[in-house]
């Protein structure tokens, strides 16, 4: 699905820190005072004292959110894995994607590579098999070399790394119009935040997790140990404007928490976005 989000803008490390009555750590970085986010949150209600949000979570405002989501075009991309999974001078990467085997690897130079993970000669599952010194995939039943371009009926599959998630073009399932790459924002640049890929397995559709996160009332509610004081601050306006806008605190430890503003959109069918647009997560 969705992959993990953007990482905010970074700040550098505090010099001269200290702990100031709020709880934020305070000094400066490249001669500009700087912050961090946490904060002491006053007492508030119980978990069942909340605010009810059902009122708010209405069916229709998120089926909808949904079918416009679901018209949007993927370029028929599917997420493979986390990029640091597929390493150069490592061995294959191999995943079942939209009921595909796929198998992936790197050149010598870290070129991303990718095809069927079922070796075309006789069925040898490719995941199991070896990249050899010259970045060739070398099948360990009888020696067939996949150096990423089509051999002995072994068709490629066009390959994207955003910095963070590798992406396969799958265009027999996805049946669209096929794009150059993912309907997705571009990333922060390497090295300015954080990023994190967690992976489960399930039994579900794709359109019931995007549901899901296109139901942001139910945050607080179902994931108190991570999310409290959790308003939607605006729904989505249809085609022109469509994202949920959601003030929420995350949850460190105690009462410590980082207070943040975020938007929830769905550039594609597979992917919801969630974009920090205040403070910082």
């Not at 934020?24 to 912050?35: D, I, Y």
């Not at 490629?156 to 790394?161: K, M, S, T």
Request: net charge positive.
């Amino acid at each position: 699905m969705a992959g993990p989000r953007p990482a905010p803008s970074g700040h550098g490390g505090a010099s001269g820190s200290r702990m100031e009555g709020t709880g934020a750590v305070s000094g400066r970085t490249g001669g500009k005072r700087w912050t961090p986010p946490l904060r002491f949150r006053r007492p508030g209600p119980d978990w069942a004292a909340q605010t009810p949000t059902w009122r708010q979570a209405r069916p229709a405002l998120i089926a909808g959110a949904l079918a416009r989501a679901s018209a949007r075009p993927s370029g028929n991309w599917f997420v493979a894995g986390a990029s640091r999974n597929v390493r150069a001078g490592g061995g294959p990467y191999g995943r079942t994607v939209a009921g595909v085997e796929v198998v992936l690897w790197r050149s010598q130079a870290g070129d991303l590579r990718a095809g069927p993970g079922i070796c075309p000669h006789l069925g040898a599952p490719l995941r199991e098999s070896r990249v050899g010194k010259c970045g060739t995939l070398v099948c360990h039943w009888h020696g067939l070399a996949l150096d990423g371009s089509p051999v002995a009926g072994w068709q490629p599959f066009p390959v994207h790394d955003d910095g963070v998630l590798v992406w396969v073009r799958l265009d027999e399932m996805g049946g669209e119009e096929p794009t150059d790459r993912p309907v997705v924002p571009v990333r922060p640049a390497a090295g300015s935040g954080v990023d994190a890929v967690f992976t489960a397995v399930g039994r579900c559709e794709p359109q019931d997790v995007v549901a899901n996160r296109l139901d942001p009332w139910h945050g607080s509610w179902f994931h108190p140990y991570s999310f409290v004081d959790l308003t939607v601050a605006r729904e989505p306006r249809g085609e022109e404007n469509d994202a949920f806008v959601v003030d929420v605190s995350f949850r460190v430890a105690g009462r410590l928490v980082v207070p943040v503003r975020a938007e929830f959109t769905a550039p594609e069918p597979r992917t919801v976005v969630m974009r920090i647009t205040d403070g910082e997560g």
